[in-house]
Structure formats: C-alpha cells, structure tokens
C-alpha cells in the first residue's frame, strides 16, 4: 500500500510546484513575503528595485517595523537582488509589489522585449498617505491602477489579485481561519489560470479563488482598501479578510 | 413546565420588538424590504415619498422586476404612504432609502422641527448608472453620501448600515447561510446602540455586526459597492454577503 501512497504524494507535489522564474518588483514588506514564499516553494526569483545600492543601504525599518531589505534578505540567501530591469530580463513572470504610484515608472525603466507576452501580477494599491490616515486613491471609481497598467504596457497580461489583504495571508491563507477569498481580474484567461495555479502553490484552494472578469473589475478590489484601513483600526489586527458567502452554495 | 416556556418566549419576544414608528424614506425595493418587514415586526410605519399622486400612479416593474409601491401595498396594508413631510413628522426613527441622489433634497423637504435629535439610518448608496453598467459613484473617496447627509443636517443622528447588500438580505441575513456581517458608522455611539438593537429584530446576531467607528467609515462600505455590482454579475445572484473572517476570533 505504502509506495501508492508515495506516487500520490508524487503527483500532487508536483501539481502545485511548477517551477518557475519570477521578477518581484518591490523591496517593502510585500516584496519580501511574495519573494521568500515563492523562493522557499523552490522557485528562482530576483527582487527587482530603482536603485540597488539605495535598496542595500537603508537601515530603518517602515512605518510597520518591518525589516529593511538587507537584513530581511540575509534570511533569504537564495533570493537575489538586481534592478527592475535586470529582474523583468530574469523573470518569466513579474509580480508588481511596489506602492501604487511607482508601479507605472517602475515598468517604464524596463525594455518592452522583457515584457513581452508575460504575465504581470499586479498586488499594487493606488495609495496615497500624503494627508495622513486614512489614506485616499490615487485613482478610483471610473479607473483603476490595474487598468492602467494594462492600457500603458498592452504586451502585459496584467492580472489583478491579492491587493485586498495583509502581506503574510497572500501567502499563507491558513493564517486566517475556514474559507476566506482572493479575487482575480483579467483580460487574459490563460494568464488567470496560470495564477490560478501559482495560488494553489500558496495554498489557496480553487473554491476560494473568485474571478471577477475582466482587468476593470479591479476598480471594486482597489476601492476595497478604504473598508480594509477602517477594518484594520477596528479589528486592532490585519489579520483578516473578505469572504463571500452565498446563498445555496 | 409549560408555563416557563411561554414566560421566555414573551421574555424574548419583548427583547426584540421594542414598538416604535418608523418613517421609511422611499418606495423602491429597498424601502419595501424594510417597511414589510417594520411593519410584519408590529412597528408603525409610514413610506415617505415625494409626491403621493405619482407614486400610487407607477404601474411598472423597477429594472430589477420588482413591482411598484400601489400593488407591494396591496399586501402590506398595514403600511402607510405619504409625502417626506409626513412620513418625518409620524417616524421617530426615519429610515433613508431613497436613491443616494435624491437624499438631500428628500430630507430638505422635511422640517428642522421633524428632524431634530432623530436617528436617521442611511441605506442609500451614491450610485449613477446614467452611463449604464457598471454604476459609478456620485461621491467617494475622500467624501460619502453618509457625511454629506450628516453634514447637511447636523440635527440628526446619522447611522450608516446595511447598504453593502440585498435589500431582502438586510431585513433577513437566515437568506445566506453561515455568520456574514452587517457594518456600522456613525458619530453617535447611542444612535448606533439603538440601530444594533434593531439589526437584532431583523434577525442579525451581535457578532456579526461590526461598528466601523465614525460617519467618515462610511467611504469605505459606500466604495464597496463597485465590487458588490461585479460580484452580481460574477455569481449570477444578489444574494450573498461579505464575511470579515478574523485571525483568533
């Protein structure tokens, strides 16, 4: 009975672990959780940034107590650090994990043939802290930073999730109890599959992965982020999400 | 042992049924949803509208299927109709139902005197469909129709509820299954006491209504709603309801 057992385990290993090559862009706390979870499920990732050497030189940790980069990174050997560029030449798929209003400069600074046809995971929020809490959108209602992504690089295939929760939970659902939600939006259904299959690898299971439609459906999960600060002061925790329950199913 | 029993159903009952008038600022579904339900509770309850005449003379279905006011009253003879004005000077709780866009001026029509010290619950959300789907908002981000109303009639108490859902959902959260939540905003923590204990008639549980803080939290459960109209069309129902799952809770 025993080695039936291990080819089950065999197969379903190797299910949810299709390696792969992934740009993060992004050294903040987002960064650093996508990076080290997709790193330690044994694919190769470079974390890519404006400025390397400002990146290594920051000491401070972020308004969160978040560690800088390069104490996060000595935990993390095996996840490199190069420049946007270098990481969108390296990556076949690129994780956009910067603040709302880089994203657009940060994809700039990189050639269109190392964005070609890849798949863009976009977690990006169009935050905007400059009047202190709570934070407004940058942009909202009738447009969306997901949408204008995909409009300013069309050889993108730009897929909008994980913007609506705390960092660690995108990797880790089980930090929250039962059936909680991960949206998706996308023009594209291949590359929505595809992401599919990378947040299966993070342990989100299919029945919790709802597609919205397409890339301006991402207007309803950004404009989540005003009710997820009022939540965060109320709760005193960012451990939570969203869950939709329905009725008859 | 008989006699126990009933002493804690009329205990219970009593609970949940404190009588009080009702007036219900519009006649659409959502006003239909909350004066049957008022009403079927023991409440006394007047619809507001602005002209009697023209309400009584609609003969169409609203764009969802619903019928209009004249035959829902048919079976809801119990429930009164009259103009802002009147519905105002009756209700000692005044329920805003009406489309966002038309609130203010609705509210205008009524006098300081009918206002004054009252609990306003707004359900109204700030939607424009003028071109077509989906629906923008009229008022979001860094304002809500919620504050605006507050604003504009500091003399009432204005609550926040109930507006992130289906209009029979609110008035019966057994029609989705499981725990899901009904969120709180506003500046009055006894106007927001007395609201709860309403929720709890309709049949909402203390755990799952969840107060957001002030009337400025009402941005983010009104910019809930472009998700909400994404999600209608992705499940191909209205009757669901977000869950906040929380870490340890």
Known sequence: MSHFRIWFVVISKSKHTDMATYA???TGTVGQALAGRLSSLGNRVMVGTRNVADTLARK???????PPFAIWQQGHPDVQLGTYREAAALGEI???????QASVDALTSVGEADLEGKILIDIANPLDFSQGFPPSLVVC???SLGEQIQKAFPLLRVVKTLNT???WLMVN????PGNH????SGNDSGAKETVKTILNSFGWEDRNILDLGDITTARGTEM?????????SALQTPMFNFHINIAGR
């Open 24 to 26: 993060v862009f992004g």
């Open 60 to 66: 401070e940790n972020d308004m969160y107590g978040n």
């Open 94 to 100: 690129i994780i956009n994990c910067t603040t709302g």
């Open 141 to 143: 209602n009738t447009d």
């Open 165 to 167: 929760m705390n960092a």
């Open 173 to 176: 659902p089980a930090l929250v």
């Open 181 to 184: 939600t991960v949206f998706l």
């Open 224 to 232: 989540l982020l005003p009710l997820w600060v009022r939540l965060f």
